[in-house]
């Protein structure tokens, strides 16, 4: 069950608004608790989500809360197939995400790589959707099991993406060593960076999902990689980023060390050889830039 801030947050429909839809059009019908307050299930969630959108392509309330969830649904393909814009597509995937239905998040996600690319895909379209999940996960409006269901489904889509670039054989080019701190589990942006890299012709390690700094110092000793790469997306008790940074900095201090995600924009003062990388677009250039004077 949802309450009405859950509404709110997964759909973007301020909690007022939906009241004045609940009173004046009978649109959902939420159940009460002993103590009146609302509560909402799977159905209301995805019939307001479809209302909403449809609501911000023009389509009147009045009109809308007139149709069967079967037409609302149909009225919601038909915009999906006339726009293809990704606020459509990523109001899909978090009914796919609800209803963990695998078959309609491969099918979204596959007509938009037919359409758009692979990287367009996960530039404009899954960056976007997991900054919507992440908030929903952090406010508690969907289950955790919710959000490894469509993690897992696109980790999966990358490693297939990246297993079918050649590896670079030059032994001349330049290494990246992709890893995540002993305490970081998000690492969807971090294999895409990986698929960059790969894609651009550098040499990748690729170590995942909560490394040790020790075995990073292996890594490194026996490798003596030009470029470290990491990502900081979890909260952390203030001040433990900044004190990562500056160990890995000072250990590997013939290295560039990339930084990326959320937890960067609180920094600090950053050593000499640490760089953040803001987005796809700025990491593209790093590579290039490293690709044309290795």
């Not at 995805?46 to 069967?68: D, M, P, T, Y």
Request: glycine letters at 4%; hydrophobic letters at 40%.
């Amino acid at each position: 069950m949802y309450s009405i801030r859950d509404l709110e947050r997964l759909t973007g429909v301020k909690a007022h608004t939906i009241r004045i839809w609940e009173k004046r059009y009978n649109l959902i019908e939420p159940k009460r608790t002993d103590t009146n307050i609302r509560s909402y299930c799977d159905e209301d969630v995805k019939k307001l989500l479809n209302v909403a959108l449809l609501n911000k392509h023009g389509f009147r309330i009045s009109k809308l809360a007139q149709l069967s969830n079967e037409e609302l649904r149909e009225r919601v393909v038909a915009l999906n197939v006339g726009l293809n814009k990704s606020s459509v597509q990523i109001e899909h995937l978090i009914i796919s995400m609800i209803d963990l239905d695998e078959i309609k998040f491969e099918g979204v996600l596959n007509r938009s790589i037919i359409k758009n690319g692979f990287e367009e895909t996960v530039n404009e379209l899954l960056f976007p959707f997991f900054d919507r999940v992440g908030v929903l996960w952090q406010t508690g409006s969907i289950h955790p099991a919710q959000e490894h269901f469509v993690s897992n489904l696109v980790r999966q889509k990358l490693f297939v993406a990246i297993d079918r670039v050649v590896p670079e054989s030059n032994p001349n080019t330049p290494t990246f060593v992709f890893f995540l701190h002993h305490q970081e589990l998000h690492e969807i942006a971090l294999l895409f960076y990986n698929y960059i890299a790969k894609k651009w012709g550098m040499k990748t390690l690729y170590l995942g999902q909560i490394v040790p700094f020790n075995d990073v110092k292996m890594v490194c000793d026996k490798l003596q990689p030009e470029y470290l790469f990491t990502a900081f997306t979890s909260s952390m008790e203030d001040g433990w980023v900044q004190n990562y940074i500056e160990e890995l900095a000072s250990t590997f201090t013939g290295t560039t060390i990339f930084i990326s995600g959320y937890q960067c924009s609180t920094l600090g003062k950053l050593p000499g050889n640490v760089q953040i990388v803001k987005d796809i677009e700025s990491f593209k250039r790093v590579i290039k830039v490293i690709y044309t004077n290795p």
